[in-house]
């Protein structure tokens, strides 16, 4: 359905508006769409429509971000996943602590339906790994390391988008969807209906579905603060991204694609995860709000491929109080590598442990070749003592499943930062204290993956439905 703006002064009424279209809004749409076609249903979106959405970077004449209005790779329909490898992790493991607002058996259901909707908008030929029951499992117990469970759904960066293109064709003939259109403010009225108020004019709802992100983050926090509803800090992920070359970790990533591994350290009993495993992929630079950390992609095209695989080695930091920042901590850790190295910082591995830093002259004689143009420094300035010991005694286990994951010529880039956003205080319903007022998805603080926050949209959707 076409935008349409209301020429006179009365608001545009809908049942239900969605405020955000990332896989939150849009999985929240298509269930409510398919169990109640009586209700109107409006989204409204930040960023654009999917196939106005470019990044400028074009690596020649634009080689950093130049601030856009509306960032094309976080914003949008499909929001912050819509240009991502598409890993859908059917797990309770991580992505997220849904399970604790609706239980596991019915978190795992409403994951493997995600997949099911996905299989039938064009994802339908790709492949689901499984870590179950693998030979690999045996092995990482046998080396102190954690092989989490999962099923993981690799659509790739291009099914990715053709699903989300499907999926908009069928949600765009029963949902109104207001794009470039970044909701200002919210207000509930005396009778407990919602107006939602944008640059563009303002709409009238009797409920009201927030699924605005990461990147809606601040937005959200203003907005909890101004309605009084209770928000509570999260945890920060902090640490490096490995690359190495890709045989040494083929034998897992043939079979698992991405495996999920948790060593817990012998020094400070921290938990080190794996996250975000790229086979022959690129590692490249993010800048968030003018922070710039590292992150991994890899591409379906064989073209494309390189000889290397990267994964983050990463340790969670949550404080609580007296300070509870738990991201300025972490911007503040970026910060200090992109003061020392303007921007992304990459050392070896055995220049890491022999107390160095790395130079160019060493980097290129290594026998990895980086995919991504870094300063060669020394992490150990960057990095806490702590989180740096962590990710050592993590490499070194790695090493015995993966032999020569610890060789000097490892390169490991930082830092790597996870940023979450806070907690909103909801039911088990996903509401907020005020009735009829739901928070989902990554804005919530309760997931961080595209399979948990597709599936609490579902979630809400028939709570709505069946009220
Ligand atoms: C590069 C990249 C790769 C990723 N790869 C994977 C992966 O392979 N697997 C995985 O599980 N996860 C991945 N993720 C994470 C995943 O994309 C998110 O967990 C998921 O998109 C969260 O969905 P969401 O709907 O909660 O929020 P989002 O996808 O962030 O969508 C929120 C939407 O709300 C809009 N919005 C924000 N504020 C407002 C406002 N005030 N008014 C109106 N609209 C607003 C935004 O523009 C955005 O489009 C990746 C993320 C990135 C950035």
Same mark, same amino acid.
């Given at each position: 359905m076409?935008?349409?703006?209301?020429?006179?002064?009365?608001?545009?009424?809908f049942d239900v508006i969605m405020i955000g279209a990332g896989p939150g809004g849009i999985y929240a749409a298509y269930e409510l769409t398919k169990l109640r076609s009586d209700l109107k249903i409006a989204i409204i979106e930040?960023?654009?429509?999917?196939?106005?959405?470019?990044?400028?970077?074009?690596?020649?004449?634009?080689?950093?971000?130049?601030?856009?209005?509306?960032?094309?790779?976080?914003?949008?329909f499909g929001g912050?996943?819509?240009?991502?490898?598409?890993?859908y992790?059917?797990?309770?493991?991580?992505?997220g602590?849904l399970h604790?607002y609706i239980g596991?058996?019915k978190a795992l259901e409403l994951m493997r339906y995600v997949d099911e909707i996905n299989?039938s908008m064009?994802? %339908?030929?790709?492949?689901?790994?499984?870590?179950?029951?693998?030979?690999?499992?045996?092995?990482?117990?046998?080396?102190?390391?954690?092989?989490?469970?999962?099923?993981? =759904?690799?659509?790739?960066?291009?099914?990715?988008?053709?699903v989300l293109?499907n999926l908009y064709?069928l949600l765009e003939k029963k949902v109104r969807f207001?794009?470039?259109?970044?909701?200002?403010?919210?207000?509930?009225?005396?009778?407990?209906?919602f107006?939602v108020?944008?640059?563009?004019?303002?709409?009238?709802c009797d409920e009201c579905v927030v699924s605005v992100g990461?990147?809606?983050?601040?937005?959200?926090?203003?907005?909890?603060?101004?309605?009084?509803?209770?928000?509570?800090?999260?945890?920060?992920?902090?640490?490096? =991204?490995?690359?190495?070359?890709?045989?040494?970790?083929?034998?897992?990533?043939?079979?698992?694609?991405?495996?999920?591994?948790?060593?817990?350290?012998?020094?400070?009993?921290?938990?080190?995860?794996?996250?975000?495993?790229?086979?022959?992929?690129?590692?490249?630079?993010?800048?968030?709000?003018?922070?710039?950390?590292?992150?991994?992609?890899?591409? %379906?095209?064989?073209?494309?491929?390189?000889?290397?695989?990267?994964?983050?080695?990463?340790?969670?930091?949550?404080?609580?109080?007296?300070?509870?920042?738990?991201?300025?901590?972490?911007?503040?850790?970026?910060?200090?590598?992109?003061?020392?190295?303007?921007?992304?910082?990459?050392?070896?591995?055995?220049?890491?442990?022999?107390?160095? =830093?790395?130079?160019?002259?060493?980097?290129?004689?290594?026998?990895?070749?980086?995919?991504?143009?870094?300063?060669?420094?020394?992490?150990?300035?960057?990095?806490?003592?702590?989180?740096?010991?962590?990710?050592?005694?993590?490499?070194?286990?790695?090493?015995?499943?993966?032999?020569?994951?610890?060789?000097?010529?490892?390169?490991?880039?930082?830092?790597?930062?996870?940023?979450?956003?806070?907690?909103v205080?909801l039911t088990d319903r996903l509401e907020t =204290?005020?009735k009829n007022l739901y928070v989902i998805g990554d804005g919530s603080?309760v997931t961080?993956s595209l399979s948990h926050a597709s599936s609490s949209g579902i979630f809400v959707a028939r709570e709505i439905a069946q009220a």
């Amino acid at each position: 359905m076409q935008e349409h703006f209301s020429d006179s002064n009365q608001a545009e009424h809908f049942d239900v508006i969605m405020i955000g279209a990332g896989p939150g809004g849009i999985y929240a749409a298509y269930e409510l769409t398919k169990l109640r076609s009586d209700l109107k249903i409006a989204i409204i979106e930040a960023g654009h429509r999917l196939e106005k959405r470019a990044c400028p970077i074009d690596g020649e004449k634009i080689k950093s971000c130049v601030h856009c209005k509306s960032c094309s790779i976080m914003s949008g329909f499909g929001g912050a996943g819509a240009f991502s490898d598409g890993k859908y992790n059917i797990t309770n493991d991580f992505g997220g602590t849904l399970h604790e607002y609706i239980g596991r058996k019915k978190a795992l259901e409403l994951m493997r339906y995600v997949d099911e909707i996905n299989m039938s908008m064009g994802g %339908e030929g790709t492949k689901l790994y499984t870590s179950i029951g693998s030979s690999f499992k045996k092995l990482c117990l046998q080396n102190k390391l954690n092989l989490l469970d999962a099923q993981v =759904r690799h659509l790739g960066t291009d099914i990715n988008y053709v699903v989300l293109q499907n999926l908009y064709a069928l949600l765009e003939k029963k949902v109104r969807f207001y794009f470039d259109c970044p909701v200002e403010h919210l207000r509930v009225e005396e009778d407990g209906s919602f107006v939602v108020i944008t640059e563009k004019g303002e709409f009238t709802c009797d409920e009201c579905v927030v699924s605005v992100g990461r990147s809606g983050s601040k937005w959200l926090e203003k907005t909890c603060h101004e309605l009084s509803i209770p928000t509570h800090s999260n945890r920060v992920d902090i640490g490096v =991204r490995v690359e190495l070359p890709a045989v040494v970790f083929s034998h897992l990533t043939n079979e698992l694609y991405e495996s999920k591994i948790v060593y817990r350290t012998e020094k400070f009993e921290d938990n080190v995860r794996t996250f975000c495993m790229n086979p022959n992929g690129i590692v490249v630079t993010e800048n968030t709000n003018g922070i710039v950390t590292v992150n991994g992609h890899s591409y %379906e095209d064989d073209h494309l491929k390189t000889q290397n695989t990267n994964f983050a080695l990463l340790v969670s930091k949550h404080f609580t109080e007296p300070f509870d920042d738990s991201n300025g901590y972490g911007e503040n850790i970026a910060r200090l590598s992109n003061m020392l190295g303007g921007g992304v910082i990459v050392q070896r591995y055995g220049d890491l442990v022999r107390g160095r =830093r790395s130079t160019k002259k060493r980097i290129e004689e290594g026998l990895v070749v980086p995919t991504l143009q870094a300063t060669p420094g020394d992490l150990s300035l960057v990095l806490p003592k702590r989180i740096l010991d962590g990710i050592i005694e993590m490499i070194q286990a790695l090493d015995k499943i993966a032999p020569g994951t610890a060789n000097d010529d490892t390169l490991l880039y930082g830092v790597e930062v996870k940023f979450y956003n806070m907690e909103v205080e909801l039911t088990d319903r996903l509401e907020t =204290r005020i009735k009829n007022l739901y928070v989902i998805g990554d804005g919530s603080g309760v997931t961080h993956s595209l399979s948990h926050a597709s599936s609490s949209g579902i979630f809400v959707a028939r709570e709505i439905a069946q009220a």
